[in-house]
């Protein structure tokens, strides 16, 4: 792929074409035409000027073939390179490029365009992700895949919410077998395991990645009465230690910065997914997926809908810079995007993380995509939304929350699993821990005061009876 030069523009060389305001130093590819401020309001009118393209009379002639008729004078799509001078000719035209067929993947009926040396056809991307993965699947698990076909039909399916983690990890371990010319899966061994995790780690993936799907995959041939001997997998052998990192909450420094950022390049769909993720903690796909009815006002909650990580609903808490910004927001949101999610990107569609993720690089760092494209020349190194959710369980700890809110707030089922996220600051974990020791020392030192036996008490009731 050819990396084209950026252009880089001085402040005030390039105007507003909407409201005229002269626009600060910035960067864009070469071949940009308009320019515009940053705010809704201007994109909006730039998106509907360049959405239309005018045609005049007897300008485009009509594309189907035999037809000497005009395309009617209006405006048409910019992308829009066909035209016809009525509907009838539309459809003609159509039945004569198209062709019926069926999506390799899943048989369904589909209409895709008559093109020489394609075979394989497909009703969505997902299915050619599939049907491409089918072959590198099979190559792997040679006389195991239907086996593996097996497996997954009839367990992966029900008890994976993604089977494309098992059926990878399975044909991994399935082509080791073949390279070691193990032919039945009954000679499986826990040696024959310890050789497939160090070849993992010669290959230069991680030593124990797959071998939980390995051991499930043998619990079910057991379960099958495929497998006569006890599990291969020992987990006192075979699985290691998970490495537990320590929380990365942002500083009171660092979002002070961020939403000075925020401030000065932002708009208010960003702002209020980062107060979101500040104030409740919620995963960025947990906020692209928020709905406008899932937001409280009056008891400042926000509803986290199925489905999300833990599979598990919840309610979350929000204070007043989610408040703010999100009437700040539904000032702007467009009442007729055709859905009701809270945010929508700039042409009313559905906002993907992905999209959120990039616009937060573009508004807040330096580089929008490492070393490849620059976004600002000042800013932050990277950001991470996720560690907003440090900060979030961080700062409840700090103000003196227990365990149980924070876990709720969160949607933490442990607390072990909680206590990952909220860091207790050095100053409060020292300031506690001479606090507790002081109070030690003081009860050692108190006169001790002895209790008085069950016997004396009796006889003292009966003397005073």
């Not at 992966?156 to 990878?168: D, E, F, I, M, W």
């Not at 206590?419 to 003081?442: I, K, L, Q």
Request: proline content about 5%.
């Amino acid at each position: 792929m050819t990396k084209y030069i950026r252009k880089c523009y001085e402040a005030g060389e390039k105007s507003c074409e909407v409201c005229g305001k002269e626009l600060p130093a910035f960067g864009c590819w070469p071949g940009r035409t308009h320019f515009y401020c940053p705010t809704y309001e201007c994109r909006s009118e730039v998106v509907k000027r360049t959405r239309y393209r005018t045609i005049g009379v007897n300008e485009k002639p009509c594309s189907r073939p035999g037809c000497n008729g005009f395309a009617p004078a209006g405006n048409y799509e910019p992308t829009r390179f066909r035209f016809y001078c009525s509907e009838e000719c539309e459809k003609k035209s159509w039945f004569l490029e198209v062709r019926i067929t069926n999506c390799t993947w899943c048989g369904k009926e589909i209409h895709r365009p008559n093109r020489p040396g394609v075979t394989n056809t497909f009703c969505c991307p997902e299915h050619n992700h599939l049907f491409r993965s089918e072959h590198l699947i099979s190559e792997r698990a040679g006389n195991y895949f239907p086996l593996l076909t097996e497996y997954v039909a009839g367990f992966v399916s029900t008890h994976y919410r993604k089977p494309y983690g098992a059926r990878n990890a399975l044909s991994y371990f399935f082509q080791f077998l073949m390279a070691e010319k193990v032919d039945d899966i009954k000679l499986v061994s826990p040696k024959l395991i310890t050789r497939f995790i160090a070849s993992e780690l010669r290959r230069g993936g991680i030593p124990t990645k797959y071998v939980s799907f390995v051991s499930t995959f043998f619990d079910w041939m057991i379960a099958e009465d495929r497998f006569d001997h006890a599990n291969p997998v020992v987990p006192r052998i075979h699985h290691a230690k998970t490495p537990k990192h320590l929380p990365r909450p942002y500083s009171e420094e660092e979002m002070t910065e961020i939403w000075r950022l925020l401030d000065e390049r932002g708009n208010n769909r960003v702002r209020l997914a980062m107060a979101i993720g500040e104030e409740t903690g919620l995963r960025i796909g947990e906020v692209v997926n928020l709905r406008v009815q899932d937001v409280n006002l009056q008891k400042q909650t926000v509803f986290v809908q199925l489905p999300n990580k833990t599979m598990n609903e919840r309610t979350a808490h929000f204070h007043e810079k989610t408040r703010k910004y999100f009437a700040a927001w539904m000032a702007e949101r467009n009442p007729n995007c055709g859905h009701d999610l809270l945010l929508h990107n700039t042409r009313g569609g559905k906002c993907t993380q992905v999209s959120l993720q990039l616009e937060f690089r573009r508004v807040l760092c330096i580089w929008e995509r490492k070393d490849k494209v620059k976004a600002n020349d000042t800013g932050l190194d990277t950001f991470s939304f996720h560690r907003l959710r440090h900060t979030m369980a961080s700062r409840l700890v700090s103000g003196g929350a227990d365990a149980a809110a924070v876990m709720s707030q969160g949607g933490w089922a442990t607390a072990s699993a909680m206590f990952g996220y909220a860091r207790v600051e050095p100053d409060r974990a020292c300031r506690s821990y001479n606090d507790a020791m002081e109070r030690a020392r003081t009860e050692s030192l108190a006169p001790r005061q002895r209790t008085k036996g069950f016997r004396v008490y009796r006889e003292r009731e009966k003397d005073a009876a």
